[in-house]
């Protein structure tokens, strides 16, 4: 009897820090996700009438996520405490809830990856066509997304060297940095959105193991 409760009481030390470890690491998605999506290099593009929206989806899941990860924390640590089955039962079911989320973003951001930078590129050509349909006019997205991206034109930046961005030395291909650029980003949100999964896995593993254990004291009693 006194060798269970004190698995118990250990087990219960390990969930109170794996709480503490979710509270963090959902502030740290929460501002990860933010400044990707307002302070990132592609914060000007959602300024435009025609912004990636597509782009953002991963984020948005990741800044919810983050959120539930930060609540889900507090119930953790409320179960935990009052050693209730019926909270740690909601905490699992919330990891689930995450875990599934943050699995959806990985794959969103591996295997969707060509489709949003197809996506951004053709917002790029259109662009960059109706600069050179009336270039007096000019075009605030272009000058955009030389100045997002660092670069100017496709092949050549003669026809929209006046949109190009001033500090830039050389030619860059647009089409060409628009996919190494979201690439890298699309990337970076895979890797976090299946790291954070892997850290729900251990959440849910630890839930588990308390539930069984509480129960298994007061059936000892």
């Not at 979710?22 to 912004?51: H, N, P, Q, T």
């Not at 007096?136 to 929209?160: A, M």
Request: hydrophobic letters at 45%; proline letters at 1%; a positive charge.
């Amino acid at each position: 009897k006194k060798r269970f409760r004190g698995g118990k009481k250990n087990i219960k030390y390990l969930q109170k820090k794996i709480n503490l470890l979710f509270k963090l690491a959902g502030s740290a998605v929460i501002a990860f996700g933010l400044w990707f999506r307002f302070g990132g290099a592609i914060k000007e593009l959602s300024s435009e009438d025609k912004s990636p929206e597509y782009f953002y989806v991963g984020l948005y899941v990741l800044v919810g996520a983050g959120a539930l990860m930060m609540a889900v924390g507090f119930f953790g640590c409320c179960g935990a405490m009052r050693e209730s089955q019926c909270v740690l039962g909601s905490f699992f079911t919330c990891l689930l809830v995450i875990f599934a989320a943050e699995v959806t973003t990985g794959v969103f951001a591996f295997i969707g990856k060509g489709v949003a930078i197809r996506h951004v590129q053709t917002m790029y050509e259109e662009a960059y066509n109706d600069y050179l349909k009336d270039r007096g006019k000019g075009n605030g997205t272009l000058i955009t997304f030389h100045s997002t991206f660092q670069c100017c034109g496709k092949e050549s930046s003669e026809q929209v060297q006046p949109t190009c961005p001033k500090e830039l030395l050389g030619h860059k291909n647009c089409i060409d940095e628009i996919e190494t650029i979201i690439s890298v980003k699309l990337q970076l949100i895979g890797i976090v959105g299946i790291g954070i999964a892997g850290l729900t896995i251990f959440g849910m593993i630890f839930s588990m193991v308390l539930c069984c254990a509480i129960r298994n004291s007061r059936d000892v009693i």
